[in-house]
């Protein structure tokens, strides 16, 4: 795979490292608007080329896959122009700003035969993989929390108004398509697609600083709690009438899980991850090794689940009364 980079902010500098410990993947170019921090970029990490266009990055003929990396409404002009190019796309959580977009690129992909994916760690990480083999231990499902509370340094800056993407209307931010995305994404990945959806959001200027997203499956009920306006342990559990699940964790760690007796028997303590391997390690060796092998099975089954997480965000965001400007149909 040579890969074009389209992108300079923080995860981007978090996948580098990563991406030098797989095989078969060459970062070939980056592109970004801020040449300095493209020169540091591609010093540090011998990247051959680097453009502060996205249009020269697509232009190269070297480059068979390009990762989206830009902030999240920029997700689905890039993939739409990347698809113009005739190259397979690996882009960033959130996949576009709503289920309308998302829906739209993946025709779009399949009709000019390009592969497609979503960079969504905790799909690949080997306990989240585990996990979900285990739910059928515990008994009947009655209720699952997950939360994701996480301070952000920006909120400082958000309280005096200087207003960063991640809080910006404009730039398809808030705390549901941030962190609780991961915790949606996790129960639809687990028990499909939910009978309700509803999110209760704290709002300021517009936006959702935190959040609490209640999926109903009829016989049990999702509790996703996400927050940056404050901050609290990161204690995930899957209650059944015979034992729960707790994830001490992140669901986009996941760097370990027990499962611990309703009548207090026994709890048991597992970790199926390789010993210091970065949460992004995992989703770049299967991404890499699905489009080399032209594995469309495995995209396609992917994809739907990217679609079923953008339908249930929307509804949530919707049901909040939080709309984006990306929301607007033509």
């Given at each position: 795979?040579?890969?074009?980079?389209?992108?300079?902010?923080?995860?981007?500098?978090?996948?580098?490292?990563?991406?030098?410990?797989?095989?078969?993947?060459?970062?070939?170019?980056?592109?970004?608007?801020?040449?300095?921090?493209?020169?540091?970029?591609?010093?540090?990490?011998?990247?051959?080329?680097?453009?502060?266009?996205?249009?020269?990055?697509?232009?190269?003929?070297?480059?068979?896959?390009?990762?989206?990396?830009?902030?999240?409404?920029?997700?689905?002009?890039?993939?739409?122009?990347?698809?113009?190019?005739?190259?397979?796309?690996?882009?960033?959580?959130?996949?576009?700003?709503?289920?309308?977009?998302?829906?739209?690129?993946?025709?779009?992909?399949?009709?000019?035969?390009?592969?497609?994916?979503?960079?969504?760690?905790?799909?690949?990480?080997?306990?989240?993989?585990?996990?979900?083999?285990?739910?059928?231990?515990?008994?009947?499902?009655?209720?699952?929390?997950?939360?994701?509370?996480?301070?952000?340094?920006?909120?400082?800056?958000?309280?005096?108004?200087?207003?960063?993407?991640?809080?910006?209307?404009?730039?398809?931010?808030?705390?549901?398509?941030?962190?609780?995305?991961?915790?949606?994404?996790?129960?639809?990945?687990?028990?499909?697609?939910?009978?309700?959806?509803?999110?209760?959001?704290?709002?300021?200027?517009?936006?959702?600083?935190?959040?609490?997203?209640?999926?109903?499956?009829?016989?049990?009920?999702?509790?996703?709690?996400?927050?940056?306006?404050?901050?609290?342990?990161?204690?995930?559990?899957?209650?059944?009438t015979d034992a729960t699940i707790e994830?001490?964790?992140?669901?986009?760690?996941?760097?370990e899980f027990n499962i611990s007796k309703?009548?207090?028997?026994?709890?048991?303590?597992?970790?199926?991850?390789?010993?210091?391997?970065?949460?992004?390690?995992?989703?770049?060796?299967?991404?890499?090794?699905?489009?080399?092998?032209?594995?469309?099975?495995?995209?396609?089954?992917?994809?739907?689940?990217?679609?079923?997480?953008?339908?249930?965000?929307?509804?949530?965001?919707?049901d909040a009364n939080i709309f984006y400007?990306?929301?607007?149909?033509?």
């Amino acid at each position: 795979m040579k890969l074009g980079i389209l992108g300079s902010g923080k995860i981007v500098k978090e996948v580098l490292p990563v991406l030098d410990q797989i095989e078969n993947i060459d970062v070939y170019a980056i592109a970004a608007r801020n040449e300095e921090k493209l020169q540091k970029l591609a010093k540090d990490f011998s990247i051959k080329n680097y453009y502060t266009s996205i249009e020269s990055l697509l232009e190269n003929p070297e480059i068979d896959t390009v990762y989206i990396a830009l902030p999240n409404n920029l997700h689905f002009e890039a993939m739409d122009k990347t698809i113009d190019y005739k190259k397979n796309i690996i882009c960033e959580k959130p996949f576009t700003s709503n289920a309308y977009e998302t829906e739209k690129i993946i025709k779009k992909a399949k009709a000019n035969d390009l592969m497609i994916v979503e960079a969504m760690s905790h799909r690949f990480i080997p306990n989240s993989i585990e996990i979900k083999k285990l739910i059928g231990e515990l008994g009947d499902i009655k209720i699952v929390s997950l939360n994701y509370s996480q301070y952000s340094s920006r909120y400082d800056k958000f309280k005096e108004g200087i207003i960063e993407p991640v809080f910006s209307l404009e730039n398809s931010g808030g705390a549901l398509i941030d962190l609780n995305l991961y915790n949606v994404a996790f129960a639809v990945d687990a028990f499909g697609l939910p009978k309700d959806v509803r999110y209760f959001a704290n709002i300021e200027n517009d936006i959702d600083t935190s959040g609490v997203v209640i999926l109903d499956y009829g016989d049990f009920k999702v509790s996703s709690i996400g927050s940056k306006d404050s901050a609290a342990p990161l204690v995930n559990t899957i209650q059944g009438t015979d034992a729960t699940i707790e994830i001490p964790d992140a669901l986009n760690s996941f760097r370990e899980f027990n499962i611990s007796k309703t009548n207090g028997s026994s709890k048991e303590y597992f970790n199926y991850n390789l010993e210091n391997k970065s949460r992004l390690y995992y989703e770049f060796v299967e991404i890499e090794r699905m489009l080399r092998n032209n594995d469309r099975k495995k995209i396609e089954d992917l994809l739907n689940l990217t679609q079923n997480y953008m339908e249930v965000l929307t509804r949530a965001r919707f049901d909040a009364n939080i709309f984006y400007p990306a929301d607007k149909v033509d």
